[in-house]
């Protein structure tokens, strides 16, 4: 199986996803600017989606994953299906109660992540809090489904599905806010719908592609179905391994909750920008982070249960050969030319140049540590392949610890830039810490010719990199937005220009496509 073309083609359908997603945020930043109900919005949302990250994306996926492939590797499809059965009746019934608990419970949430917010806007948040709440459960299901699916690589409709989102939330803010507004309620409650549909329709394209494969989940609505599903052992192997695994994803949470609620207290406008430089970081972590995870965690998972260490050994090679040919380039664009990213992507409508700047110095704060953000998609899934998920958990609680010592150091020193340069730093400890215990293993054994590999591509960035820089201070991006289109072109011709040096310097340096495709 060449892993360069199936990365390849998530990576694509990931860029769709994040260029809808991209989309979403331009308007969003159009119409609502960086305001306190912009805030209270990004707040509402991040409450599902971090009970998403944590329970369904990040311990649920990283628990089961592994426990699929192996099922599917030892025992064959039909016990495999079992297992499905098994936990999709258990997950939904969590999910119910869980759903039930966080509408009951929104005002302590909206207070846990926003205790800045104005009461008009701590009001509002609540409001879209209870309304967007049971987006977890579809989003659960959603992570069932695409677990199983890329599992047996079927890598398409996971990664295209995303797209829904952002379309369903577009398609309502602009269709919403008029209405809304005559009506005497905030605008940005339009993108709270959009958020519940987009999980209703990704849920919905994903079921019958469970279908085509025979491995839809049969869940059992009954109190004695749920008895039974509990029994099974793959189950319970599941929810112990889910332990420490809810441990590692739920301190990254937490970071993300503190950070969450120190920009509420930074000003009116401070989560807003932290959020629009996520969006731009989170567009390599899709491309390249979530791509090579899906792809081997399932291929890790196998090997691991075949006893084939030289392989598993030689696909941690090879992702992390892609992390440093593929993310360091973007890390030095996020670093060199954040501020005419942010004015292309945003500045416009109520985004002002000064939105533009908070917003250009949070992305260069994500941008030290986007390297090691990626690096964490490749090396967890090394721990998760052997069903530990103990060690990337312990690693997790001495990161959160460090992350809020960088904050007390870089958040009075540079506001709410220093949130980002924070998790950043931490990232790449993560990283480092988590290939030092593979190494200490044994299990990841470096292939030869790293040191002419990085060469390479360390040459391809200084060059790169020069020629952003060069093209960010002759060019007055900011005062460009009076010709939108101008600023586009000059936006498309410098990227297309920059990939072009890179990847020419690659080729003159010696570097052969094809040698990349297949592990070791």
């Not at 360069?4 to 119409?31: F, N």
């Not at 258990?90 to 949430?109: D, E, K």
């Not at 059992?220 to 029994?231: E, V």
């Not at 020069?466 to 991006?477: E, I, P, S, V």
Request: aromatic content about 8%; hydrophobic content about 55%; glycine content about 10%.
């Amino acid at each position: 199986m060449n892993l360069l073309r199936a990365a390849s083609t998530i990576s694509l359908l990931t860029l769709t996803s994040r260029i809808t997603g991209l989309v979403r945020e331009q308007m969003v930043a159009g119409l609502f600017g960086a305001t306190g109900f912009t805030d209270a919005f990004l707040v509402a949302f991040r409450i599902p989606n971090l009970l998403r990250r944590l329970f369904a994306e990040g311990a649920f996926s990283q628990a089961f994953v592994p426990l699929l492939a192996a099922s599917r590797t030892t025992q064959g499809d039909e016990a495999t299906h079992e297992l499905i059965d098994a936990v999709a009746t258990v997950l939904l019934w969590a999910l119910a109660a869980t759903s039930v608990l966080g509408i009951v419970a929104a005002p302590l949430l909206v207070w846990l992540l926003g205790a800045g917010l104005s009461a008009q806007t701590f009001d509002a948040s609540v409001v879209m809090t209870r309304f967007m709440f049971p987006y977890i459960g579809f989003m659960s299901l959603v992570a069932l489904s695409a677990g199983i699916l890329n599992t047996w690589r079927r890598f398409v409709v996971p990664a295209a599905s995303p797209v829904l989102l952002n379309l369903s939330m577009i398609a309502c803010g602009w269709a919403l806010v008029g209405p809304l507004e005559r009506a005497g309620l905030p605008g940005i409650y339009g993108m709270a719908v959009g958020v519940m549909l987009g999980g209703v329709l990704q849920l919905a394209v994903q079921w019958p592609a469970l279908a085509r494969i025979g491995m839809r989940p049969r869940m059992r609505w009954t109190w004695r179905g749920l008895r039974q599903s509990q029994a099974h052992p793959g189950v319970k192997r599941m929810l112990i391994n889910m332990v420490p695994a809810l441990l590692g994803v739920g301190v990254s949470q937490l970071s993300l909750m503190i950070n969450t609620q120190i920009s509420t207290h930074l000003g009116d406008g401070a989560t807003s920008w932290l959020n629009y430089a996520d969006r731009l970081m989170e567009f390599p972590i899709g491309l390249l982070g979530v791509a090579l995870s899906a792809v081997l965690t399932p291929q890790l998972s196998a090997a691991q249960a075949g006893g084939d260490a030289e392989r598993y050994s030689r696909l941690l090679d090879w992702g992390l050969r892609m992390v440093l040919l593929l993310a360091l380039p973007c890390a030095v664009a996020l670093l060199v030319f954040a501020e005419p990213l942010t004015a292309v992507l945003y500045h416009r409508g109520k985004f002002t140049a000064a939105d533009v700047m908070h917003t250009a110095q949070s992305v260069m704060g994500w941008g030290v540590g986007l390297l090691g953000l990626i690096a964490v998609k490749v090396l967890a899934p090394g721990f998760y392949a052997r069903q530990d998920t103990g060690t990337p958990a312990k690693i997790a609680v001495g990161v959160l610890v460090l992350t809020q010592c960088f904050n007390l150091v870089f958040v009075p020193w540079v506001g709410v830039a220093g949130l980002a340069l924070s998790i950043g730093l931490g990232a790449l400890v993560n990283a480092s810490w988590l290939l030092w215990g593979l190494r200490k293993l044994g299990s990841y054994r470096p292939e030869p010719g790293w040191a002419m590999f990085s060469l390479r591509v360390a040459l391809g960035c200084a060059a790169m990199g020069l020629l952003q820089w060069q093209l960010a201070g002759r060019l007055d991006w900011i005062g460009l937005g009076a010709q939108e289109f101008q600023r586009a072109l000059a936006m498309a011709v410098s990227l297309g220009a920059s990939a072009i040096v890179y990847f020419a310097v690659l080729l003159a340096a010696g570097m052969r496509p094809k040698a990349l495709g297949r592990p070791g």
